[in-house]
């Protein structure tokens, strides 16, 4: 026994440092994977609970890694943070992203004009030349401010002051859509609500996922009931992420909420994919 112990030691050891070790050859390979053209976006749609009609996407960044093959965001998006390369990979994805968009939005899609969502980082969101690069990226793709929904998570802003708060104000006064991301994990204090430049909330999976159970687990109907009231209240939106049942999507319509994603609807996927979707509506 006291072998097999020391043994796991040894294993779980050696499985750490090579965590280590891939950390940093992450790390260190992520310049060049941008220049080299390594990553990738995928769009998951954003649809209409109402009716069901595709209103947009949100941009999912992918590393299309040489050794390890496709790596998802969480993956390699804190590395980026740590390093400051957030800042221009975030432009890519933005540029990409806008482009994109300005691209369904020419190819005679005669719903709502669809539009593109876009994660925005806090080191990003620190970055003083945000507003002028956001505005220059949208300028050159031809792309109206707002087709653009910039999504921050609740947890960057708590305790922002008006000052942090200054390029999501000048953004939002541009037309910029600004949704707050992963509602409901954080502990914003709700009155604070009033004074952030949003127009969405995008509530966090972990509250729908009750919504997945036959019969729905009535904490987590009360819970969002109550956030759909407030945000209605407040004249906010409400997107729920994580939808993947028919019944669940069902139940959130019913409880107000506005737009809905997940993997009901599709999951993130290339960009021609979200034009056929939404030639076809896909919940119709
Ligand atoms: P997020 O913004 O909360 O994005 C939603 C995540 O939930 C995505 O994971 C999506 O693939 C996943 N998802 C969508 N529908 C469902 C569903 O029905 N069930 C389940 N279980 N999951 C679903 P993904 O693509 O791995 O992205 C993870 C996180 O990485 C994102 O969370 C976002 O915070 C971050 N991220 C992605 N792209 C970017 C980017 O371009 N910039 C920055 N700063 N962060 C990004
Ligand atoms: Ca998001
Ligand atoms: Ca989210
Ligand atoms: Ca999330």
Known sequence: ????????????DA??????????????????????????????????????SVRGAEALVRWLHPVHGVLGPDQFIALAENTGL????????????????????????????????V?????????????ADTVAVLDD????????????????????????????????????????DDFGTGYSNLAYLRRLPVSTLKLDRSFTLGMQRDPADPVDVKIVEGIVSLAHTLDLAVTVEGVETG??????????????????YARPGPPDRLHQLALTDVAS
């Open 15 to 52: 499985a750490s440092d090579a965590r280590v070790i891939a950390r940093h050859s992450l790390t260190n390979g992520l310049p060049a994977a941008l220049e080299k053209g390594e990553f990738f976006i995928e769009y998951q749609p954003l649809v209409s609970l109402e009716d069901g």
């Open 86 to 117: 957030i800042v221009p990979l975030g432009r890519w994805v933005l540029t990409e992203a806008a482009r994109q968009a300005r691209a369904w939005r020419e190819a005679g899609y005669d719903g709502a004009p669809l539009r593109v969502n």
């Open 247 to 264: 019944s669940q999507a069902e139940h959130l319509r019913l409880l107000g909420c506005d737009t809905a994603q997940g993997w009901y």
């Open 1 to 12: 026994a006291k072998a097999a112990g020391g043994n796991r030691y040894e294993v779980a």
């Open 119 to 131: 994660n925005l980082s806090p080191c990003q969101l620190r970055y003083p030349d945000l507003v």
């Open 141 to 180: 793709a031809g792309l109206d401010p707002a087709a653009l929904c910039l999504e921050v998570t609740e947890n960057d802003l708590i305790g922002a002051d008006e000052e942090a708060l200054r390029p999501l104000r000048q953004l939002a006064d541009l037309g910029v859509d600004i949704a707050l």
